[in-house]
């Protein structure tokens, strides 16, 4: 990328009337229209469901509209695929990375237009070296030679940017772009996207974060219901201006931890370390959280957060140590046995936490039916199907998922609007201890406000919190004790009343608090 030319020349976009309806029928997209002007930063906000992904996937090339046309210097242009996208400079980074895990940095980079010796030999020299001066170019902070299936998901994301900007795209969609930055990458993430703007290209970016909107965005469109219900310069608009346009109402954050007494200890993690390929990824860790207590974990993406909640949840061995819950050692526990006294929502829902080719019923109902909580008989094996529909409609209407019934596909609802009915789900199980790991990823502020007074109502009836968020305004709103992890290791444990931004952050990066 070191030869890639200092400005390119970015079309000007229109969007005109595009409508896009799924079976069900559920218009996703309705009517349309929207201008973006070429080397500008034009934001698209909106509820879970608004219709923000899909426009931005028409715009890439990956949906067709049943009606309207996208329109590129006032010509029509056909987009049947994401190919066609590219050829054109447009290129999509998803909230969901898409990448070979098999496959190193540098391949997945070069991946689709790989350099080539003698006409058809793959040039790996030519290829790692063009790879790495794209990373450092562009200020990418990834090793070329690592396999993609050990990276963190920032490292993901990072690696799903280079491959656009190798390409040397003009026009460059993020949805979601901040979710696995930390506070102290964002600002500088912004600073290339400024630059990127600067020469020429320009960036679409879709974002739950309207702070985030209001300091990088030139334009911001507002979508309600698959509609257009604005767009505006952001200088002349606010935060306040853009929730109520987006959800139709004030939201404002009061929901926020107020001291109280704590119980007896309902986790207790003790000298627990995770090794493997001989390499020791997490540990000692020792730790504990009381009833009645929300503990945060922060930490910069792959420091040990992921193997801290998978050894806790069994999903991942450990090597000695003890974990006891509500008194009980469940070390040697299965996930099953396990998950009679955690509710648990993972990181990566659509691996971890749902099947997606599964209906919203059977998502709502998984965990429950094997554990005797009246939703099936015969352990399980004979479902109580008019409840278990009963229970997904509550799961809907508590957590306003949007969706036409509970039989649908769980794949076939936005990333948000499954995220809360895997929240659903879980916040109805009532455990001693339940573990979150980056809940609000993703969600509207409209769902996020409800989701932060549901984790505290958890709290007020005295259950355990162990609450893992890369939001550090999240950790701070919420948590009574916060720690930090850092190469694997607890490296601060500070009380809410004393946390900061800048503690949180130095202990993050540098494995220090100052």
Not at 235 to 259: H, Q
């Amino acid at each position: 990328m070191s030869n890639a030319p200092d400005h390119v020349s970015a079309p000007r976009i229109s969007l005109r009337d595009v409508t896009k309806v799924y079976p069900g029928p559920v218009t996703a997209i309705d009517a349309v229209s929207v201008e973006i002007e070429p080397g500008t930063i034009h934001a698209f906000v909106g509820e879970n469901g608004a219709g923000k992904s899909t426009l931005m996937k028409v715009l890439s090339g990956e949906v067709r509209p049943d009606r309207g046309s996208v329109m590129l210097n006032d010509r029509v242009v056909p987009l049947s695929s994401a190919r066609d996208a590219m050829d054109l400079g447009i290129g999509i980074v998803h909230q969901e990375i898409l990448l070979v895990n098999e496959l190193t940095v540098w391949e997945n980079v070069v991946l689709g237009a790989e350099p080539v010796t003698y006409g058809f030999m793959l040039d790996k020299t030519r290829g790692r070296s063009a790879v790495q001066a794209s990373i450092d170019r562009f200020g990418l902070d990834l090793d070329p030679d690592a396999p993609v299936g050990s990276l963190s998901l920032a490292a993901r994301q990072k690696t799903e940017i280079c491959k656009l900007l190798h390409r040397d795209v003009s026009v460059l969609i993020l949805d979601e772009p901040t979710a696995v930055l930390t506070p102290q990458e964002v600002p500088k993430f912004f600073d290339e996207l400024r630059r990127l703007a600067r020469t020429g290209r320009t960036i679409c970016f879709i974002s739950h974060h309207l702070d985030e909107v209001m300091e990088l965005s030139d334009t911001v469109s507002v979508l309600r219901d698959g509609r257009l219900v604005e767009t505006c310069a952001t200088a002349t608009t606010s935060i306040a201006a853009l929730t109520r346009r987006m959800i139709d109402r004030d939201v404002v954050f009061t929901t926020r931890r107020t001291d109280g007494e704590f119980g007896d200890v309902i986790l207790r993690v003790s000298d627990v370390c995770v090794v493997e390929r001989e390499l020791q990824s997490l540990g000692p860790i020792d730790m504990d959280v009381r009833s009645g207590e929300i503990v945060g974990v922060a930490g910069v993406d792959g420091n040990g957060q992921r193997e801290l909640v998978e050894a806790i949840m069994g999903v991942r061995a450990t090597t000695g140590g003890s974990i006891r819950v509500a008194g009980v050692e469940i070390a040697h526990q299965n996930i099953l046995e396990r998950r009679r006294a955690i509710a648990y929502v993972p990181a990566e829902r659509k691996t971890a936490g749902a099947s997606i080719n599964s209906s919203v019923t059977e998502n709502t109902l998984m965990t429950h039916h094997r554990l005797g909580e009246g939703f099936a008989r015969l352990g399980g094996w004979l479902v109580k199907w008019k409840r278990s529909r009963e229970f997904a409609e509550e799961v809907r209407d508590r957590f306003d998922v949007e969706l036409n019934d509970v039989s649908q596909n769980l794949g076939s609802l936005s990333g948000g609007n499954q995220q809360k009915v895997i929240l659903g789900r879980e916040l109805s199980m009532l455990r001693p201890l339940t573990i979150l790991d980056q809940p609000t990823r993703g969600l509207d502020v409209g769902s996020i406000e409800y989701v932060h007074q549901s984790i505290l109502d958890v709290r007020a009836r005295g259950g355990a919190v162990l609450l893992v968020s890369s939001d550090l305004e999240e950790l701070l709103r919420l948590s009574d004790t916060i720690v930090v992890l850092f190469r694997g290791r607890i490296v601060d444990r500070v009380g809410a009343s004393e946390a900061t931004l800048d503690r949180l952050g130095t202990a993050m990066l540098q494995g220090s608090n100052p």
